[in-house]
């Protein structure tokens, strides 16, 4: 099937009416979603006309299809990618036997618990990004913002879909907790870390979707790879979703540093404060800060879980089918980043508990890239200044590196040294404040705020200063 049926109430490519049971209960969970919806998705736009890309089909090519809609009409629904004839399962115990059309009865607990977790992060984005629409740069962000939330509820669906699908009714008692559990809540907040954090301004939110949706991005691909093909198939066509969110915080990012370069070029000064832009060196504290709270959601360097996963063929590596190894890795090894006393060393240790430190590296060099892309920017604007990822150890609160203080370049500081400098290299709230008061609404066709770029180009053809929003 290549198309997606909009007929029905929920509009799917599973062939949903031919299973009652479960359309009865996604259809009982709809209510709630949209109750949810209107709580906790975009505080005061539900009214407004928003050029939104909706899913019609699950061919990557010419998958989506752009108009008017009001978020609340949006279409949410469960799309699989297509399935891949004969899929055997790439890695673990498993290796080489069908993949599971059903979940195997002896990983039920695990692999729920492995769909909650990314399930819940989705939602929770949504609730973070809640109050952004109020102080949105231009029209053209703005849209981006309202397109990457009612993409984030069809992740969320995706979830559920399989958890209503698959796991009778704890997987019915699961999507209801999706809705119930809140960002930032101190009594019912949401599972990771990194998605209870505030996400109080635009910066934040473009380093938020540069680090945070690309580690989703690599979650979903070594989800992408499971044994449990639904969930394989759920996760393929999410990908190619995400793949958005991390174009606008890359390029998000690129315009605020690209302003900022031709304000310092034309100001002569290194402080555009004075001009209400981001100096260089604030961009940084931000990336730190984001970079670090997302490395995070990678969980411990060692770890049992990461092991387990793998070797139930629930959760491949990044790329898993593309290396050319065993796909078991009993005997391998891997070097992970550890603390030996008081200096950070690299040690081989075995490769399955090491796979959340392998995830990390691979998503560490990503990360790097688009940085490097920004250096570009500062490059051709003649300026002097190297945006960098800060060490892996910096400023962690999950592994081995959560008691200890470490610099952004990986040296390990004494709790005074830390308190002297880390002013230098996270947000203070004299940033926070200057930055809050940069947020102030740019809602006129083709006008931008006056600390970020224009884009080069507009979305799917239309020109920059299109009327993406049309404001109730
Ligand atoms: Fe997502
Ligand atoms: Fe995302």
């Known amino acids: 099937m290549a198309g997606v049926d909009y007929t029905e109430r929920i509009p799917n490519n599973v062939n949903l009416g031919e299973n009652r049971r479960l359309q009865r209960a996604l259809e009982e969970w709809q209510p709630k979603f949209l109750e949810w919806w209107r709580d906790m998705g975009p505080h005061g ?17 010419g998958w989506a299809q752009f ?94 879909y399989l958890l209503d699908a698959y796991f009778g009714r704890d997987g019915r008692e699961e999507s209801e907790g999706l809705l119930q559990r809140r960002s930032g809540d101190p009594d019912k907040p949401r599972i990771l870390g990194a998605f209870n954090e505030k996400t109080p301004d635009w910066i934040s939110y473009l380093m938020f979707t540069y680090f945070t949706d690309r580690d989703g991005k690599y979650q979903l691909a070594s989800l992408a790879e ?18 958005h969110h991390m174009f606008v915080g890359e390029t998000g990012v690129g315009r605020v540093v690209q302003r900022t370069c031709e304000l310092m070029r034309q100001g002569k000064t290194d402080d555009v404060r004075t001009y209400g832009a981001i100096d260089l060196p604030t961009i940084q504290k931000y990336l730190n800060f984001h970079c670090s709270v997302s490395l995070d959601l990678f969980g411990s360097e060692i770890s049992t879980n990461a092991a387990n996963f793998y070797t139930m063929s629930l959760k491949g590596r990044f790329e898993e089918t593309k290396k050319n190894d065993d796909h078991q890795l009993k005997d391998a090894t ?76 990986g040296r390990l500081l004494t709790e005074a040294e830390w308190g002297a400098k880390k002013h230098e290299w996270l947000p203070t709230p004299a940033d926070e404040a200057y930055i809050q008061s940069l947020m102030q609404p740019v809602t006129e066709r083709g006008k931008f705020a006056n600390w970020i770029a224009p884009p080069a180009r507009g979305v799917n053809g239309q020109p920059v200063d299109f009327e993406y929003v049309r404001l109730a």
């Not at 499971?226 to 793949?243: K, V, Y």
């Not at 990503?366 to 060490?391: S, T």
Request: negative net charge.
């Open 45 to 61: 736009s539900q009214a407004n006309d928003v050029y939104l890309r909706t899913a019609v089909s699950v061919d990557p090519q």
């Open 67 to 160: 108009g008017y809609l009001k978020m609340p009409d949006y279409r949410w629904g469960i799309f699989l990618a297509e399935p891949e004839p004969a899929r055997a399962i790439p890695f673990g115990d498993h290796k080489g036997r069908p993949v599971w059309q059903d979940v195997p009865g002896e990983y039920r607990g695990v692999l729920r618990r492995l769909i909650v977790t990314q399930g819940d992060t989705e939602p929770a984005s949504v609730e973070q990004q809640r109050h952004l629409g109020r102080t949105c740069p231009s029209l053209y962000d703005l849209r981006n913002l309202f397109q990457v939330n009612v993409e984030e509820g069809r992740h969320l669906w995706a979830m559920v």
């Open 226 to 243: 499971s044994g449990f093909d639904p969930l394989s198939r759920t996760c393929r066509f999410m990908l190619t979703e995400e793949a």
């Open 334 to 409: 891997y070097p992970v980043t550890e603390l030996d006393g008081d200096k950070v060393t690299v040690r081989e240790e075995p490769a399955l508990p090491s796979l959340n430190e392998r995830l990390r590296d691979d998503y560490i060099a990503d990360c790097q890239r688009g940085v490097d892309r920004w250096n570009r920017i500062v490059k051709e604007h003649g300026v002097d200044f190297e945006l960098r990822l800060p060490h892996r150890a910096f400023h962690r609160k999950i592994g081995v590196f959560t008691d200890v203080r470490v610099s952004p370049d």
